[in-house]
T-cell receptor
């Protein structure tokens, strides 16, 4: 039972254009969402997060949007750069008083073409 | 600042052998966890700990043991390795409310 789903295993985008990575979840108890980036032979690194009390969070070129009614979040990268080529994981967590279980999606491999 | 350190980086085991994957963090994080990454499966939680002496199971705990005797260390023990445990293992830590910090992983092959 996959509680966090990333239905696109891969995505290719031209340099300078927008990359949009999508993530769906099923558990309405999740209230904190994160995106991680992973390069080969390295551990995932934190990129950006959003609390369920917000619908948007920005950090430079990265913006995460949350649609609670649709149980959907997306990561926008504008403009995309070749260095953004990596695997991106979305993750979800219940509140601080919860079980500290971070549930991850299956990942989307982004390739930014120069 | 080393962050989260995992050893070894690579390991090959024969079916039935046991071993311990080491994880240490120097950030005084109370929360530590182990994930495995498999193709098409993403990162799946094996075990986690919210402090010294406290551990709990994640999504895929079978075949693995953990203990947390200190804040810094959270070893993962494979009791009797099986080919299905061939994977990349990541250890992560955080303090309350913060995102997870990951180590660089241990690639394990069980033949």
């Amino acid at each position: 039972d996959q509680q966090v789903k990333q239905n696109s295993p891969s995505l290719s985008v031209q340099e300078g254009r927008i990359s949009i990575l999508n993530c769906d979840y099923t558990n309405s108890m999740f209230d904190y969402f994160l995106w991680y980036k992973k390069y080969p032979a390295e551990g995932p690194t934190f990129l950006i997060s959003i609390s369920s009390i917000k619908d948007k969070n920005e950090d430079g070129r990265f913006t995460v949007f949350l649609n609670k009614s649709a149980k959907h979040l997306s990561l926008h990268i504008v403009p995309s750069q070749p260095g953004d080529s990596a695997v991106y994981f979305c993750a979800a967590r219940r509140g601080l008083s919860g079980t500290y279980k971070y549930i991850f999606g299956t990942g989307t491999r982004l390739k930014v073409l120069a | 600042n080393a962050g989260v350190t995992q050893t070894p980086k690579f390991q090959v085991l024969k079916t039935g052998q046991s071993m311990t994957l080491q994880c240490a963090q120097d950030m005084n994080h109370e929360y530590m966890s182990w994930y495995r990454q498999d193709p098409g499966m993403g990162l799946r939680l094996i075990h986690y700990s919210v402090g010294a002496g406290i551990t709990d199971q994640g999504e895929v705990p079978n075949g693995y043991n953990v203990s947390r005797s200190t804040t810094e260390d959270f070893p993962l023990r494979l009791l009797s390795a099986a080919p299905s445990q061939t994977s990349v293992y990541f250890c992560a830590s955080s303090y309350s409310g913060s995102p997870l910090h990951f180590g660089n992983g241990t690639r394990l092959t069980v033949t």
